[in-house]
Structure formats: structure tokens, C-alpha cells
């Protein structure tokens, strides 16, 4: 079963095989048409139809409106009339400067749930390489929602080349994620200096990988580390008690150990980067899920993001 609806992207194909490949540098308008993006979001008074009425008729609920798509007027949730809409135009439209000057290149857009959740991901130009040539990219996603699911988040993410693994540049201090959520306007521009567009988040986060790669774990730490990512609230328990997914841990385990792409990599092995990697493969390409887009819109968007997180803040403990 696949989420995506429709997708556009550049270079390598991507996890589930599908999409439109496009050459790189190519106008917005291109993007917009190949990824299913050409449409807009529009709205309508809820209405309801009264059965044993006579005569039959329609009834406003003036407080809400459904929003639908205009080209196939697909409904797509049901929000109140404060809820601010975001066009799928503005995600990529967010681009437009940020690739004729700032030297981005848009990878990858499209839409996922018929139209309910859109998004755009672009390289920026910036890179590290860290010893044997494990390459890590610096990316710029941009998404929304229409049902509920997710404001629209500005996040700068990074992408390890050897495994194609993802991970949030999250800092400390919140530099490189933007959420705006639907009472308020989308401001691009707002939204751009938040941000930093400037090179300081990519540079923290370098930082802090390159002190990953050097940091060489124990046994013992590698097991308390697992731990405390896989805990989950304890079902029927005590409030506060938790449980730890075992299957979880050992697969990461097997991953950190020489299974994993790229584990046997100088900077990975036997280091905290290298464990780091094992959790980011788990959940991008190995975690149980419907589907493999089941399984990235999680580890983008849901329960797998936030298992990444809490892997990277005890990773970087690791070498506080």
C-alpha cells in the first residue's frame, strides 16, 4: 500500500521505487507538474442534510469548512475557519531563492494521503566527510498537513551517502527546525530568517558527528544506550514505568556490529556515530510498517523521528 501519491526527484530513485526522475535544475513549474503538485487547496461551508425534514434541505455549520482539492475535489479534512491553509505552490515556491542564489537543489517533492500531507526536500551544498569517506549531506525539508497531523515544519536534516540513513539536525537550542502551526500565516521569508539560513546549525552539527566518530563506546554503554531509546511506557503498568522493545534492541545491535551499511566504516565501528547509524538505518529501512512509506513518513514525521531524537540527545551525552 503506498502513501505517496505522487512524487518528483533527482538523482537515485527513491525508496519505493516510484516518481517522476527529472534532470537536475529544473524550473518550478516542472516540479510542480511532476510531483502532483499543480493543484490548490480550496474550501467549503460544511453542510448537512437533514433526512426526515420536510422539505429535505441543507443546513450550514457555519464554524467549520472542508477543504478538498481543486482538481479532482478529493475532500481532505474537516478545520475550523481560523485553521490557515498552505498551497502546495508555497512548499516549493519557499525554494525558488534559496536555488537561484543560495545554491540549493530541490531532490525530491511530492504529495502523500491524496493530497492531505505535501512536502519538498532540498540539498544545501553542504557536506562533511569523515574518516574512510563517510560522506554526510546537509538537507533543507519543508512539509505540511491539511488533517491535523503536522504543522508546517522547516527542519534541516542530513543524509549519510553510504546507507542513505536520515537524521534532524536538532541542536540544543532548537537552531533548525521552524514550526508554524495552522493559526498562523505561512511567512516564507519569516520562516528563512528563523532558520539561519546561514551556515551556523550545519556547522554545530558537523561538530558534533566529528566528536561522534571519534568517541569509542563500551560494551556496557551500548546496551544502557539501547535501552533507553527502545523504553516505552509500560502498558497496564505503573504510571512511569516503561518497557523495552528487546527485538528493537537487537536488531540495532546486529546493525551496529556488521550488519549495518557502512558499520564497518572506520569513523562507525566501535564508536558512537556508528551506533548513532545503526538506530537511523533501524528506522528508516528496517522498523515494521504497512509499507516502506508508512515507514518514512514515520521516520520523517512520526514515532520513528522520535526515536532518531532521543538516539542523537544520548548519543551526544556520550561526549558532553
Not at 464554524?63 to 479532482?72: G, H, I, K, N
Not at 519538498?120 to 557536506?127: I, N, V
Not at 558527528?209 to 563506546?217: N, T
Not at 546493525?255 to 564508536?271: F, M
Given at each position: 500500500?503506498?502513501?505517496?501519491q505522487?512524487?518528483?526527484?533527482?538523482?537515485?530513485?527513491?525508496?519505493?521505487?516510484?516518481?517522476?526522475?527529472l534532470a537536475?535544475?529544473?524550473?518550478?513549474d516542472?516540479?510542480?507538474?511532476?510531483?502532483?503538485?499543480?493543484?490548490?487547496?480550496?474550501?467549503?461551508?460544511?453542510?448537512?442534510?437533514?433526512?426526515?425534514?420536510?422539505?429535505?434541505?441543507l443546513h450550514?455549520?457555519p464554524?467549520?469548512?472542508?477543504?478538498?482539492?481543486?482538481?479532482?475535489k478529493?475532500?481532505?479534512?474537516?478545520?475550523?475557519?481560523?485553521?490557515?491553509?498552505?498551497?502546495?505552490?508555497?512548499?516549493?515556491?519557499?525554494?525558488?531563492?534559496?536555488?537561484?542564489?543560495?545554491?540549493?537543489?530541490?531532490?525530491t517533492?511530492?504529495?502523500?494521503?491524496?493530497?492531505?500531507?505535501?512536502?519538498?526536500?532540498?540539498?544545501?551544498?553542504?557536506?562533511?566527510?569523515?574518516?574512510?569517506?563517510?560522506t554526510?549531506?546537509?538537507?533543507?525539508?519543508?512539509a505540511?498537513?491539511?488533517d491535523?497531523?503536522?504543522?508546517?515544519?522547516?527542519?534541516?536534516?542530513?543524509?549519510?551517502?553510504?546507507?542513505?540513513?536520515?537524521?534532524?539536525?536538532?541542536?540544543?537550542d532548537?537552531?533548525?527546525?521552524v514550526?508554524?502551526p495552522?493559526?498562523s500565516?505561512?511567512?516564507?521569508?519569516?520562516?528563512?530568517?528563523?532558520?539561519?539560513i546561514?551556515?551556523?546549525?550545519?556547522?554545530?552539527?558537523?561538530?558534533?558527528?566529528?566528536?561522534?566518530?571519534?568517541?569509542?563506546?563500551?560494551?556496557?554503554?551500548?546496551?544502557?544506550?539501547?535501552?533507553?531509546?527502545?523504553?516505552?511506557?509500560?502498558?497496564?503498568q505503573?504510571?512511569?514505568?516503561?518497557?523495552?522493545n528487546?527485538?528493537?534492541?537487537?536488531?540495532v545491535?546486529?546493525?551496529?556490529?556488521?550488519?549495518?551499511?557502512?558499520?564497518?566504516?572506520?569513523?562507525?565501528?566501535?564508536?558512537?556515530?556508528?551506533?548513532?547509524?545503526?538506530?537511523?538505518?533501524?528506522?528508516?529501512?528496517?522498523?515494521?510498517?504497512r509499507?516502506?512509506?508508512?515507514?518514512?513518513?514515520?521516520?520523517?514525521f512520526?514515532?520513528?523521528?522520535?526515536i532518531?531524537?532521543?538516539a542523537?540527545?544520548e548519543?551526544?551525552k556520550?561526549?558532553?
Open positions: 500500500m503506498h502513501l505517496v505522487s512524487m518528483a526527484y533527482v538523482g537515485e530513485q527513491p525508496w519505493h521505487g516510484l516518481g517522476h526522475h537536475p535544475h529544473q524550473p518550478l516542472v516540479w510542480a507538474r511532476q510531483a502532483g503538485m499543480d493543484w490548490r487547496i480550496e474550501a467549503a461551508d460544511v453542510q448537512y442534510d437533514v433526512t426526515d425534514s420536510t422539505p429535505e434541505a450550514a455549520f464554524e467549520q469548512r472542508v477543504l478538498y482539492r481543486s482538481d479532482t478529493t475532500p481532505l479534512s474537516v478545520v475550523s475557519r481560523r485553521y490557515k491553509v498552505v498551497q502546495p505552490a508555497e512548499i516549493l515556491e519557499f525554494y525558488r531563492d534559496l536555488s537561484e542564489v543560495g545554491g540549493y537543489e530541490l531532490e517533492a511530492g504529495v502523500l494521503k491524496e493530497g492531505k500531507k505535501f512536502w519538498a526536500l532540498a540539498r544545501t551544498g553542504q557536506s562533511v566527510t569523515l574518516k574512510g569517506r563517510d554526510v549531506n546537509g538537507y533543507l525539508l519543508l505540511t498537513a491539511c491535523g497531523t503536522l504543522a508546517t515544519t522547516a527542519q534541516f536534516t542530513s543524509v549519510r551517502v553510504v546507507c542513505n540513513n536520515t537524521l534532524a539536525i536538532a541542536l540544543s532548537n537552531a533548525g527546525t514550526k508554524v495552522h493559526r500565516e505561512f511567512d516564507a521569508q519569516a520562516v528563512k530568517r528563523q532558520l539561519g546561514a551556515i551556523t546549525p550545519w556547522l554545530a552539527f558537523e561538530d558534533y558527528i566529528k566528536e561522534l566518530a571519534r568517541c569509542r563506546v563500551a560494551d556496557r554503554t551500548v546496551e544502557a544506550f539501547l535501552q533507553k531509546v527502545f523504553a516505552h511506557p509500560a502498558s497496564g505503573a504510571p512511569g514505568s516503561s518497557a523495552v528487546e527485538q528493537a534492541v537487537q536488531k545491535l546486529s546493525l551496529y556490529l556488521g550488519q549495518g551499511r557502512g558499520a564497518e566504516q572506520p569513523s562507525a565501528r566501535g564508536t558512537a556515530w556508528g551506533l548513532l547509524n545503526g538506530v537511523t538505518e533501524y528506522v528508516d529501512h528496517h522498523r515494521r510498517a509499507s516502506h512509506d508508512y515507514r518514512r513518513d514515520g521516520a520523517w512520526g514515532s520513528g523521528a522520535a532518531k531524537q532521543r542523537w540527545l548519543a551526544l556520550l561526549v558532553a
